[in-house]
């Protein structure tokens, strides 16, 4: 067990530094440059003399491999630099932004794996055999919708046309209740469509016709036997998905105008502000590898044939 765990965190750590280093590459060749856009306002009335002062000490001049090592070593540290056109720590941007999207993308993964579960259930109801093919057709419709564009329509229909949200000061749930459906809606998707294709290929099992042998009602297997077998590709979907809900966040806060990452982000990119950027993106795998560590640790709970054997191999 202590075997796996690590071989899990060393492959986690991997991708983390693959993260940063792709990130850092690609930042460092986009057009632009964050203190020039900042500091060349004739406003401010700097000489090219104190310009160039200023980027020796952002290090913008330095040599790509030297800045790529400070930043990388700085960030282990927990140090994200600073923000050239806020001029605060990074951290600090963060830490006041984050708590604004994660009450946005909690409640929208919740959202979204009560949807999945509501339309599995319904689609295996012996009542509802003849809404069956459509139920299993809404993932794909809710799969090609795009996040902008939900988004756009709840405020349209809910709040425009029914009046039922409104969008000018509204209360701090009112305010969530559209953004955290246009994130759910696309999320619940391939986790209705996996859940669905799971729940047939786990009810031909041997084990489940044992259970209607005895006796079982239809809802008692699916509840007791079929389900629980079900959930294990679920979590390790669930775990995929959270880039997809962070970036589906990050637009929604763009479209219904929340403060959190998507803001900050939406500035950094306006602004080239590089260091912030890399935060935003090093934040996000750090949350893609602590969620698909915690499903890989959860799946042995699950499903005790994935648990090592004691003095086995």
């Given at each position: 067990m202590q075997h796996?765990?690590?071989h899990r965190l060393g492959q986690s750590l991997l991708v983390l530094w693959a993260a940063f280093t792709l990130s850092f590459l690609l930042l460092q060749v986009l057009p632009g440059d964050a203190i020039l856009i900042k500091f060349q306002?004739?406003?401010?009335g700097l000489s090219p003399t104190q310009i160039a002062e200023m980027r020796l000490a952002y290090g913008a001049d330095n040599p790509i491999w030297q800045q790529y090592g400070h930043t990388l070593f700085a960030m282990l540290r927990g140090d994200f630099g600073y923000s050239v056109q806020a001029g605060v720590p990074v951290s600090?941007?963060?830490a006041s932004n984050l708590p604004a999207t994660l009450s946005?993308?909690?409640?929208?993964?919740l959202l979204a794996a009560l949807l999945a579960f509501a339309l599995a259930a319904l689609s295996r109801l012996p009542g509802l055999r003849l809404l069956r093919t459509f139920l299993q057709s809404i993932p794909a419709l809710f799969v090609s919708l795009p996040t902008f564009w939900l988004g756009i329509a709840l405020i349209q229909v809910f709040s425009f046309q029914l009046r039922w949200i409104p969008v000018i000061?509204?209360?701090?749930?009112?305010g969530l209740i559209l953004p955290v459906i246009t994130?759910?809606?696309?999320?619940?998707?391939?986790?209705?469509?996996?859940?669905?294709?799971?729940?047939?290929d786990v009810s031909t099992q041997p084990f489940v016709a044992v259970a209607r042998a005895k006796g079982a009602s239809e809802n008692r297997v699916l509840w007791r036997h079929v389900l629980r077998n079900a959930l294990l590709p679920v979590l390790n979907v669930a775990g995929l998905l959270l880039g997809e809900l962070i970036a589906g966040a990050?637009?929604?806060?763009?479209?219904?105008?929340?403060?959190?990452?998507?803001?900050?982000?939406?500035?950094?990119?306006?602004?080239?502000?590089?260091a912030v950027l890399q935060a935003v993106v090093m934040i996000s795998?750090?949350?893609f590898v602590l969620i698909n560590l915690l499903v890989d640790l959860l799946m042995p709970l699950l499903d005790p044939r994935l648990q090592p054997i004691a003095g086995g191999h």
């Open positions: 796996s765990l690590l306002n004739p406003d401010l600090e941007l963060i946005l993308a909690l409640p929208g993964f000061n509204p209360s701090a749930l009112q994130v759910a809606v696309p999320i619940s998707a391939p986790l209705a469509q996996i859940l669905l294709r799971s729940i047939d990050l637009i929604t806060e763009t479209v219904f105008g929340l403060s959190g990452l998507g803001q900050l982000t939406q500035q950094a990119v306006n602004n080239q502000d590089v795998a750090l949350g």
